[in-house]
């Protein structure tokens, strides 16, 4: 959700895999955006303890939640370049066995936690693209403004990425749509209150595709 239910404002959180066309998307649309994050070099090391690593992503996540709550207050409609809710990154590079579930298994501890303190909520539409692989690699080089680092891990993702979304779809239906529509928002993009907070995290996490190891 993207709050309490006090008023009528809508979080739409804007998701793809690197070069899926996120931020110019987000760029054509009249409403605030909470941009996607950029690396600050105190990112964790690698050899970092995997409880130290979640902290520092969950805390990451919820400095954008709280920016979008606070740009909410006087917009409509406030786009996320990139899910604030970070947790499905850690979970999709377990999948393809790009990382450790451990990694998965203490950011969802962390995550759980800003959840139930009120901290980090699921934004009330997800809009998702996940392009071809050769779109993806058309896009990149022909995108030559940006760097994109681990593009081709990034694009090992696109399926394990649907997955998720798919869980957070049959989690609560109508919450994810497909495609980053030509014509903006679609209408109308409704608030969906009192249903993003612990419950529908947990409901997300039990839908988790079967024969997939789960916490």
Same mark, same amino acid.
């Given at each position: 959700?993207?709050? !309490? ?8 959180? *804007? ?19 909470? =941009? ?12 970092? !303890?995997? %409880? $130290? @690593? /979640? &902290? ?10 709280? $920016?979008?709550?606070?740009?909410? $207050? ?19 590079? &377990?999948?393809?066995?790009? =990382? ?12 759980? /936690?800003?959840?139930?303190?009120? +901290? ?17 690699? +058309?896009?990149? &080089?022909?995108?030559?403004?940006? @760097? ?17 979304? %798919? =869980? *957070?779809? %049959? ?15 679609? =209408?109308?993009?409704? +608030? ?17 595709? &079967? ?5």
């Amino acid at each position: 959700m993207s709050g !309490d239910g006090e008023n009528g404002d809508v979080i739409i959180a *804007v998701e793809g895999p690197s070069a899926a066309g996120k931020t110019t998307w987000c760029s054509r649309q009249p409403w605030p955006v909470v =941009a996607e994050y950029q690396p600050t070099g105190h990112e964790p090391p690698d050899d970092v !303890d995997e %409880s $130290r @690593r /979640a &902290a520092y992503w969950v805390d990451v996540d919820v400095g954008r939640w709280g $920016r979008a709550r606070t740009l909410e $207050r006087g917009n409509p409609i406030v786009l996320c370049d990139g899910d604030p809710v970070k947790l499905h990154y850690s979970w999709c590079l &377990a999948r393809v066995g790009a =990382a450790p579930w451990s990694r998965f298994d203490e950011q969802l501890r962390h995550a759980r /936690a800003a959840f139930a303190a009120g +901290r980090l909520g699921m934004a009330d539409l997800v809009m998702v693209s996940i392009p071809s692989v050769e779109t993806l690699h +058309r896009r990149r &080089a022909a995108d030559r403004t940006r @760097r994109r680092r681990s593009f081709d891990l990034h694009v090992s993702l696109r399926e394990s990425l649907r997955e998720w979304h %798919s =869980a *957070v779809e %049959s989690a609560d239906p109508g919450r994810v749509v497909w495609s980053f529509p030509p014509d903006g928002v679609p =209408a109308p993009a409704r +608030r969906r209150s009192g249903s993003g907070g612990p419950a529908l995290l947990e409901r997300l996490v039990t839908g988790l595709p &079967a024969g997939v190891r789960r916490p």
